[in-house]
């Protein structure tokens, strides 16, 4: 069989890397298509995986949608050439259209309910939805459940164990913080938002009476934060959030990623509030791994109470009771693929 796998974000790959894998293995061709966005190239790269860009990524609303047509354009190009049996992506509307146009099957992972487009335009015409377990929505028959979150294809100790080393080749000073920043310019981030400079100011301010603090951000820092930019290349970033101390950020994705290698996390945003995300409230509510706070102020209060005290091996035990209830997702999403 022959697989496009499209990727738009550096969590796409690392979700979908032992899937690819594991294919390849059985014999099976795989295409990653990737976007020219945010550090996703990079990582490929730094990983010596090869790829096909399929499109750039714009930033304004108009640009988004004069650049649509230039990319399915491209993207059917693509797949006439290599006429892949399966469209595999985190709920592209372009791999899903392109597959609908070439009459074959596409198979869309979601971990959000909140993103109109999925919903309205991109379920109805896919093959396959995959999500997790506690996911609020319904979409039917083609609607498949998965135990545990699509971040453990990455991060599950069956996969990811962290290389301890990375401290001393980088000089990371410990114990320190993580503090992630992203650009909110994606297609859902449309009228959404996190920590303004003012609040980010404060809240270096406010951790690094503690500990060190490192720095990951989209956007360029002002000069008098640059100082604070984390050193590694982002191929790296989860063995990272896996020695940190704390994780405080505006980030859907990182936020998730912090909780899941058993480091404290809080995630502030303005999506947090009582129609917030499923994955998130069960990292919550249920397994005590994640504080979502939508107010930033009591959000930088919260990492001051963590960052005054060591709670990591709290949180590792919370990570070994977490994953004593999930089992090798990466073995169960590639059965299910090969089998369609």
Known sequence: MKYIFELNHPKHYYQFKYIMQALQKQGHEILVLARDKDVLLKVLEEEGVPYTIFGKH?????????????????????????????????????????AKLMHRKS??????????LNN?????????????????????????????????????????????????????????AILRFVGWQ????????????????????TVS??????????????EHLAKYQLPTPAALIHHVLSAASLYVGDSQTMATEAALVGTPAI??????????????????????????????AEA??????????????EWQQKREKYYAHTGD????????????
């Open 58 to 98: 714009h930033k304004s609303m108009t640009t988004k949608i004069l650049g649509t047509f230039a990319i399915i354009k491209n993207y059917l190009a693509i797949a006439r050439r290599f006429r892949p049996d399966f469209y595999v992506s985190k709920g592209s509307w372009y791999g899903t259209f392109t």
């Open 107 to 116: 198979i869309i992972f979601i971990d959000s309910e909140v993103i109109p």
């Open 120 to 176: 309205r335009f991109v379920v109805p015409i896919c093959t396959k939805v995959i999500t997790a377990q506690s996911f609020k929505l319904d979409y039917g028959s083609k609607h498949i459940r998965m135990p545990g979150l699509f971040e453990d294809c990455y991060l599950s100790p069956t996969v990811f164990q962290a290389d301890p080393s990375i401290l001393q080749r980088y000089n990371l000073a410990q114990p320190y």
């Open 186 to 205: 994606a297609n859902h981030d449309v009228g959404r938002s996190g920590f303004t400079l003012q609040q980010k100011e404060e809240l270096v301010r």
């Open 209 to 222: 009476k503690y500990m060190t603090v490192y720095i990951s951000s989209e956007k360029p820092l002002p």
């Open 267 to 296: 995630r502030s945003n303005s999506f947090v509030g009582p129609n917030d995300m499923s994955n998130f409230i069960m990292l919550q509510e249920t397994y005590g791994m994640l504080f979502n706070i939508a107010d930033p």
């Open 300 to 313: 930088i209060r919260k990492a001051e109470e963590l960052a005054a005290q060591d709670h990591k091996a």
């Open 329 to 340: 997702i990466n073995a169960t999403l590639t059965d299910l693929l090969t089998n369609l």
